[in-house]
């Protein structure tokens, strides 16, 4: 069993440490663009000037992605939080997978699901993000997927498309279209094969839902995508054009499904026979698709007769529960998780956050894990169903409310919890509701500040990537605020590359507690935070502690 030494010089506050992650609320740069800076907040200001407090790198190789362009995550952020050590991650696993050629060995599960379709003449599908944010997908992977298929001797691939706009500006489909059109002209030129896209929609409309937060959306991807019903186009580029004349200012995350058909048929219905690949590497949004593609019985909705396909995702999804059963990249060990060092040292554990970022502070905090550890409890409070920028405040308030309650009931040593705010409503692109979200945040964390004092608990809080520090697409090459014919900025919904806040605030002083010297510190460094805040020695092998005490 991994034991944790308790520590020579400190035993651990009185009150609980509280873990708070502020989803998607970084240290901005430019300040017209800063939607955290232009917000009121009163308890983050005074937490910079009079608590512990330092950046942290939640971006590129800090986190495990292939290089500092790669801006941060939800998983990769939480990973290396919960996990306090740097994993490469999937972007980086898949790309090294297919440069080696490893991922169409011999024997593997690629050359299984390809010898399905060439042995019966049937059709390869691939579904996935459209889009190379390097956060779920790469559209860099298909394409190579789908030369190696041509390579192989697959006479028909087709593509059921999902449009980002998250990872990548919002409304950019359609360089995405062109880029691949002219990719499928090319390998489609020689008349050997009949590759195509066959199906999509907006990735916040169809397909991607996750932690059951609206499972209607996985109803309408397998409307689309199985069965070919729905609205028909002749190209992807007709549906895209289409839906932004009937829906001016829509963005591509909530464009809605489309089927593509040709000589009035759809060209791509899914059905038996077939071999499927679900290329998104990141299992959040891939494991209900997967669930309809896999499970005997559903009872989420009704999706009629399961064509009996060869599934496999491009990543196991969730190593505890062994999902998907068939998988073409093998995902990153992450092990000795800091919930496990904790569970085996006696200390209770709560974590907390509402549905849409629940399996973050769950799943993903314990690296990729469904399960849970003997001293875990986990509490979900369900999010709404309504556009986030609607209702910018979501369950912050709700949140709290249970964090304070199990700060003031003494049960919990460790309470970690997600703030989605600034990250749900940040990724809306409307700038006024993320302000209001940002504000949202701050109020709860001076509620959970207020409740630490009378506990003499210690907060650690901080972010898992930035979103709402960075709301304005920049010029490429210029660097300069893109702006629209009114003069303002353009919104940008993705995550940003910046650093986010690692701040340490122990009212009582019982740890005593300073800023260590920890070259180019990141996020990974804060497991052993709060393992030292908690009053043990961290493992050795993690990112070394933020703080000394004692
Ligand atoms: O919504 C999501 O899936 C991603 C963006 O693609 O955000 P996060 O990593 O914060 O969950
Ligand atoms: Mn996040
Ligand atoms: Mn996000």
Redesign the pocket.
Known sequence: MIELKKSKNFAGSEGPVVLVIM??IGIGKNPESDFVKQAKTPNLTWLHENALYTELRAHGVAVGLPDDGDMG??EV??NAIGCGRIFEQGAALVGKAIASGAMYADGSVWQELVSNVNHKASTLHFIGLFSDGNVHSNLNHLESMLRKAKEQGVKKARIHALIDGRDVPPTSALDYVERFDAFLKEINADGTVDYCVASGGGRMNITMDRYDANWDMVKRGWATHVKAEGRTFASMKEAVETFRVENPGILDQDLPAFVIERDRAPVGPIVDGDSVIFFNFRGDRSLEITKAFEADELKEFDRGPKPDVLYAGMMQYDGDLGVPARYLVTPPAIDRTMSEYLSNAGVKQLAISETQ?YG?MTYFFNGNNSGKFPTETWKEIPSDVCPFEDAPRMKADEITDVVVQAIESGEYKFIRLNFPNG?MVGHTGVVNAVKLAVEAVDENVGRIMEALKKANGIMVCTA??G?ADDMCELDKKTGALVLDEQGRCKPKTA?SLNPVPGIVYDPSGAANARLADVPEAGIANLAATCITLLGFEPPEDYAASLVKVG
Request: hydrophobic residues 0%; aromatic residues 0%; charged residues 30%.
């Open positions: 989803d998607g995550n939800s952020g939480h970022k973050h990250d898992d990537h979103n995550h």
